[in-house]
């Protein structure tokens, strides 16, 4: 008889147990989904807007042994002054080498001996060169007179000017170009323009823009602006661009931080659309809109969660609140004793 009572007993007391256990998984199970809710609110801002550069512009440009300079393109106004802080990045030493003939383009096929010969027939603006792991300033001034001019610059180092260690310093007309800023990102896998909306406000024509681009992961990507306003590009780019080609189509390597420009002119007010032509990058979404001259869309409202991925939110609700119920009925169950059944009873 004392047996079968703590039997009986022991079956009761873990009756709250069991209850308490499953609740808590159950609310467990919960609070991971309510995170993953959290987790896809994604918003991002939404316009850039562009602002006027100052007459005297600041850049800094690493020397590297791909051989290569980061960035190769700069651009400063007419009557204005710019400072280039040299990095080299790399183990061998490398040359910053202006042409001193604007608007001319250095020959590939040269040998570094008439490359040299070149330079020595026409006085370069600037020619320093840096060590391994070396820094430096250079500083350059440009009159109105040069006002629209593009001028080269090289390393003059052997083979590196015939292996691609070439750019341009483009001086802009003497109004100050407007600068816009963008970044690219493969954050979570996905690729994306960050903001993907950037707007220009103006009424003169062409304007000149600076556009600073940031890789801001670690997959390289193209920032390629349509030559046509209010057009969509098509998938299939590759035959669009040859027959347009586009603004600009500036290169944006694989490597966190790196900064690549996009200097260019855009002719007339519209809506301009920009791209990533790397493969499958504009296909996943990696787009954006350059307005000019017209207003850009008003910025949406971040996504409510009650919109945005609902069947998680109430999901997550119902598990919690089916581990609230069997908690309390864990809390309550066993204070009440059972009514003695009418078998099996003591006489």
Not at 3 to 22: D, N
Request: charged fraction near 5%; proline fraction near 7%; aromatic fraction near 12%.
């Amino acid at each position: 008889m004392t047996r079968s009572s703590s039997g009986r007993s022991s079956r009761q007391a873990l009756w709250p147990a069991a209850w308490l256990v499953a609740g808590l998984v159950l609310a467990t199970l919960a609070a991971p989904a309510g995170a993953a809710a959290a987790h896809v609110l994604r918003f991002e801002p939404g316009i850039g807007y562009a602002h006027a550069e100052t007459t005297n512009v600041s850049y800094s440009v690493n020397l590297t042994d791909a051989p290569a300079f980061a960035p190769r393109y700069l651009s400063v106004v007419a009557g204005g002054n710019i400072s280039i802080h040299f990095h080299n990045v790399g183990s061998y030493s490398h040359s910053f080498t202006v042409s001193s003939l604007a608007n001319a383009t250095l020959n590939s096929s040269w040998t570094p001996t008439q490359l040299d010969a070149n330079f020595t027939a026409h006085a370069p603006l600037a020619n320093t060169t840096f060590a391994a792991g070396a820094s430096g300033w250079v500083n350059l001034t440009f009159t109105a007179r040069e006002a629209t001019d593009s001028f080269e610059f090289a390393s003059i180092v052997p083979y590196q000017f015939q292996a691609g260690m070439w750019g341009w310093l483009n001086v802009t007309s003497n109004t100050a170009p407007l600068l816009l800023v963008e970044n690219t990102t493969n954050g979570g896998g996905s690729v994306a323009f960050v903001p993907n909306v950037l707007a220009v406000s103006t009424t003169s024509y062409p304007v000149t823009l600076d556009v600073r681009v940031t890789n801001q992961g670690s997959f390289g990507h193209t920032f390629t602006v349509s030559r046509q306003s209010n057009v969509t590009v098509p998938q299939a780019f590759g035959a669009y661009f040859a027959t347009y080609p586009p603004l600009v189509n500036a290169n944006v390597n694989a490597s966190l931080g790196y900064v690549a420009w996009a200097n260019f002119s855009v002719p007339a007010p519209g809506k301009y659309m920009y791209i990533c032509e790397v493969s499958g990058h504009y296909a996943s979404g990696m787009y954006g809109f350059l307005y000019v001259g017209v207003a850009p869309p008003p910025v949406p409202p971040a996504p409510s969660t009650a919109i945005v991925e609902t069947w998680i939110l109430v999901g997550s609700a119902v598990l919690l609140g089916i581990g609230g119920l069997l908690a309390l009925t864990a809390a309550f169950s066993g204070r009440f004793p059972r009514q003695p059944g009418t078998h099996g009873g003591h006489h």
